[in-house]
């Protein structure tokens, strides 16, 4: 990914990806098949920050069973849209998961990076099982292997924002997931 971000007093334009309409259908969707796997448990959902939470607060109100939220932040692509390749932590957990079904919620994966930075990481600390769900994914973009086990959208190499997804921080609360236009 190599666009660059517009500025905020550019007149840039937003194409539509997905609209919210389709993103709720599919959280619902996805909640039904992830309520119907952690039946008669009760996991701890980790929404990695920030772009996450938007997605983690529709998805868990459409899970019909008790679960748990935590939070954890990365170090990411910073103002630049291009990846580092550099996984630091930021915010850690505020609990122990030992023992725990845990399940990681991304917005995004991209290169993969991520992800398999932190399966690593929240694997070595021995919950009883660890999951990944994510709103969406971009295959093409891929420096590591890495598929996550609940995917919502798998999209093309384009660099999306709103739904909790930023551009520079910028974007966020956007409703529809949308492409920048130069
Ligand atoms: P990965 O390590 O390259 O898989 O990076 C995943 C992270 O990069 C996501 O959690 C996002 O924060 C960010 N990211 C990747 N692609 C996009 C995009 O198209 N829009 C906004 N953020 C993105
Ligand atoms: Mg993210």
Sequence with gaps: MTEKCAGEDNNEKFEVMLTAEQIETRIKEMAEVISHDYRGKKPLLICILKGAVVFLSDLIRCLNIPLEI?????????????????????????????????????????????????????????????????????????????????????????FVIGYGLDCGENYRQLPDLCVLND
Aim: glycine share 6%; net charge negative.
């Design 70 to 158: 935590d939070f954890i932040a990365v170090s990411s692509y910073g103002a630049d849209t291009k990846s580092s390749g550099v996984v630091r932590i930021l915010k850690d957990l505020e609990q122990s998961i030992q023992g725990k079904e845990v399940l990681i919620v991304e917005d995004i994966v991209d290169t993969g990076l991520t992800l398999s930075y932190l399966v690593d990481n929240l694997g070595s600390r021995h919950p009883n099982s660890l999951k990944v769900i994510t709103l969406l994914d971009k295959p093409d973009c891929r420096k590591v292997e890495y598929k996550p086990d609940y995917c919502g959208f798998t999209i093309p190499d384009r």
